[in-house]
T-cell receptor
C-alpha cells in the first residue's frame, strides 16, 4: 500500500535560517507529489507540486522541493525562513490514474524563533 | 480568486445528535472530496464525487455517515448519530483534474 513518511514531527528554526522538511514515499511507480501548508484552524494551501520533468520545482512563498527518484524523496526547502512560515506542512502523494486518491503524511509542525 | 466554501466553520454537538456540513466547490470543478483530519494527523479521504456520482466511499463509516451531491455542485456530509471519536476537522476539496483546492474546514467537537 502507498504510504508517506514525514520523519520530523516538529522542527524549530530561527528566523532567517534555512529550512528543509523531509518526505519519503512508498510506491511502485512515480506518483504525483505535493506539499501543502496549514495554518492553525485553517484549510490546506498548495505550496507546490511535481508531475513530471524538472526534478526541482518552485512553489509559492519562496519554497522549492526536489524530487529524487532513487531515494523516493520529495524534500521541501526554503533558504530563509520568515516568522509567518510557522505552520504545519503536509507532504502528499497521488498514484497516477488513481482518480484523486491523495495520501497524506502526518505532517511536520514548523516553529520559528525570532 | 475562487475558493471552496464550507459552513459552519465550527460546530459543537452532543453525542448521539445529528450534524451536517456543507461545501460549495469552485465553479466548474467536477470532482469533490470530503476529508477527515484528526488533530495531529494528515487528512484522510472519506468520500469522493465525480459530478453527482460517488467514485470512492470505501473509508466512509456508512452506518453513521452519509454524503450527497445531488446536482453535482454543492455537497452535504451528515453524521447521525455523532460519537465522541468524530471530533475532528472536516475538510472539503474540489479539483478540475489532479490538483485539489481545499476549503477552510469545519471543526467538529462532540461532547
Amino acid at each position: 500500500a502507498q504510504s508517506v513518511t514525514q520523519p520530523d514531527i516538529h522542527i524549530t528554526v530561527s528566523e532567517g535560517a534555512s529550512l528543509e522538511l523531509r518526505c519519503n514515499y512508498s510506491y511502485g511507480a512515480t506518483p504525483y507529489l505535493f506539499w501543502y501548508v496549514q495554518s492553525p484552524g485553517q484549510g490546506l494551501q498548495l505550496l507546490l507540486k511535481y508531475f513530471s520533468g524538472d526534478t526541482l520545482v518552485q512553489g509559492i512563498k519562496g519554497f522549492e522541493a526536489e524530487f529524487k527518484r532513487s531515494q523516493s524523496s520529495f524534500n521541501l526547502r526554503k533558504p530563509s525562513v520568515h516568522w509567518s512560515d510557522a505552520a504545519e506542512y503536509f507532504c502528499a502523494v497521488e498514484a497516477r490514474g488513481s482518480q484523486g486518491n491523495l495520501i497524506f503524511g502526518k505532517g511536520t509542525k514548523l516553529s520559528v524563533k525570532p | 480568486e475562487a475558493e471552496v466554501a464550507q459552513s459552519p466553520r465550527y460546530k459543537i454537538t452532543e453525542k448521539s445528535q445529528a450534524v451536517a456540513f456543507w461545501c460549495d466547490p469552485i465553479s466548474g470543478h467536477a470532482t469533490l472530496y470530503w476529508y477527515r483530519q484528526i488533530l495531529g494527523q494528515g487528512p484522510e479521504l472519506l468520500v469522493q464525487f465525480q459530478d453527482e456520482s460517488v467514485v470512492d466511499d470505501s473509508q466512509l463509516p456508512k452506518d453513521r455517515f452519509s454524503a450527497e451531491r445531488l446536482k453535482g455542485v454543492d455537497s452535504t456530509l451528515k453524521i447521525q448519530p455523532a460519537e465522541l471519536g468524530d471530533s475532528a476537522m472536516y475538510l472539503c476539496a474540489s479539483s478540475p483534474r489532479v490538483e485539489q483546492f481545499f476549503g477552510p474546514g469545519t471543526r467538529l467537537t462532540v461532547l
